[in-house]
């Protein structure tokens, strides 16, 4: 079992930064690919962005590319997502997750566990 749990949501204005962080407990954080999804109200949660154990690797939705960072530190166990110049279609619940035994985890059957999720809400 892996615990994931997500803090550093919050209310901003739009072209604000913000940086969600992602604690991990359980099982050997580095043997897992983590990765970034979010779900905005009355849709489907969608894929944000992922990072591979050894952080050699990562993939960004084209919606946040260029704006959005994904990083980890193996000996906290926690990963984190840079957030900038933040827009109102950012808003949504943020749910970090864990992969293990995937190369490429780009959508929700990879991951085998989730986070609570926290709140993105930006104000434009």
């Known amino acids: 079992q892996v615990q994931l749990v997500e803090s550093g949501g919050g209310l901003v204005q739009a072209g604000d930064s913000l940086t969600l962080s992602c604690a991990a407990s359980g099982r050997a954080f580095s043997n897992y690919h983590m990765g970034w999804f979010r779900q905005a109200p009355g849709k489907e949660r969608e894929f944000v962005t992922f990072?591979?154990?050894?952080?050699?690797?990562?993939r960004y939705a084209d919606s946040v590319k260029g704006r959005f960072t994904i990083s980890r530190d193996n000996a906290k166990s926690t990963v984190y997502l840079q957030m900038n110049s933040l827009k109102s279609e950012d808003t949504a619940i943020y749910y970090c997750a864990a992969s293990r035994g995937f190369t490429v985890p780009t959508a929700e059957p990879y991951y085998q566990y989730w986070g609570q999720g926290t709140q993105v809400t930006v104000s434009s």
């Open positions: 990072i591979t154990w050894s952080s050699l690797t990562t």
